[in-house]
């Protein structure tokens, strides 16, 4: 069962670091979605891709964030010159897109920011 | 906007008994999805169960099924049975029909007692 997948899923940095993950959504699936969760909190939606094209950004997405999905397969997220408030766990998630479009997690990344 | 209210941060039952999780949202909305999804302790987000806003009857999975009152806004998740691998939080998500920006609660801790 080849489900979502995501690299590393732990990762310490020093303040000011340029960091980058790494997200495989399920094969057959065509929408991708990035969540970041804080602790004892629900996740809040970040960006979400429909095969390659970015077509929601959430005001959550500061200039220092960026996500690619250049082939419509994997996506990447990178955040430049990490602060403290960026940790976090970064959740993907992806949807075949049809109907009630069920959104399928990955074990998420956990963000540490000395 | 839509906002996910999860107004019981903890709530406990003991083994086998039956126990409800509240949720409610606030939405102008007529098409929309509300979901439970269920997140064990340091491990990957999963779908519990799944309701889509046009159909009048209640979705049940198994020991899980919800009471959804569209007029009232209240979806909330009913555990029968429950079991030690219950515990966990719980999260209820509302996606709308005109985008794919899922909004989460901020959860409910549940604690199974053996």
């Known amino acids: 069962d080849t489900g979502v997948s995501q690299d590393p899923r732990h990762k310490i940095t020093k303040r000011g670091q340029n960091v980058t993950f790494r997200c495989d959504p399920i094969?057959?699936?065509?929408?991708l979605y990035w969540y970041r969760q804080t602790l004892g909190q629900g996740p809040e939606f970040l960006t979400y891709?429909?095969?390659?094209?970015?077509?929601?950004k959430s005001r959550l997405l500061s200039d220092r964030f960026s996500a690619e999905r250049p082939k419509g397969s994997f996506s990447t997220l990178e955040i430049q010159r990490t602060e403290q408030g960026d940790s976090a766990m970064y959740l993907c998630?992806?949807?075949?897109?049809?109907?009630?479009?069920?959104?399928?997690f990955g074990p998420g990344t956990r963000l540490t920011v000395l | 906007a839509q906002t996910v209210t999860q107004s019981q941060p903890e709530m406990s039952v003991q083994e086998a008994e039956t126990v409800t999780l509240s949720c409610t949202y606030d939405?102008?909305?007529?098409?929309?999805?509300l979901f439970w999804y269920k997140q064990p302790p340091s491990r990957q987000m999963i779908l519990v169960i799944r309701?889509?806003?046009?159909?009048?009857q209640n979705a049940t999975e198994n020991r899980f099924s919800v009471n959804f009152q569209k007029a009232a806004k209240s979806f909330s998740l009913k555990i029968s049975d429950s079991q030690l691998g219950d515990a966990a939080m719980y999260f209820c998500?509302?996606?709308?029909?005109?985008?794919?920006?899922?909004?989460f609660g901020a959860g409910t801790r549940l604690t199974v007692k053996p």
């Open positions: 998630a992806s949807s075949l897109g049809a109907g009630p479009d069920t959104q399928y």
């Open positions: 094969s057959e699936h065509n929408r």
């Open positions: 891709f429909q095969n390659e094209a970015q077509l929601e």
């Open positions: 939405t102008s909305e007529s098409d929309y999805y």
């Open positions: 309701q889509e806003a046009y159909k009048q």
């Open positions: 998500a509302y996606r709308s029909d005109n985008n794919n920006d899922m909004r």
